[in-house]
């Protein structure tokens, strides 16, 4: 699944190729976003911390921070999602008959 990122302000919007939108405005899952598109070093490798709590090497804040500055370099990227990483619950696989999976939220359109 190819997926768009965009950073409005404060938030980020990913835009599937049916034009789906999810919109990730908690700042506690930048970094879970971000790793996941592709970050390098979002979370810290230790495994003892997901981003969103200190661990001994890192702060949830420094996380986040530098998360967000990832995200917000790459808006209007594209991005290569594999499905069933780690969002298994909002991109499964295409619902028959042209209804929205319920986790996505579509705004706009
Ligand atoms: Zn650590």
Redesign the pocket.
């Known amino acids: 699944m190819i997926v768009t990122l965009s950073a409005p302000w404060t938030l980020y919007v990913l835009t599937n190729e049916s034009g789906q939108e999810y919109v990730v405005h908690t700042d506690y899952d930048y970094p879970r976003l971000a790793e996941d598109l592709g970050m390098v070093g979002a979370v810290?490798?230790?495994?003892?911390?997901d981003g969103t709590v200190d661990?001994?090497?890192?702060t949830a804040t420094d996380m986040i921070e530098r998360a967000a500055c990832w995200l917000s370099e790459r808006d209007g990227e594209l991005f290569s999602f594999q499905t069933g990483d780690d969002y298994p619950e909002l991109f499964t696989d295409p619902t028959p008959s042209g209804t929205i999976p319920a986790p996505f939220q579509t705004i706009g359109v």
Not at 44 to 49: F, I, M, R
């Open positions: 810290c490798g230790c495994g003892l911390t661990c001994e090497h890192r």
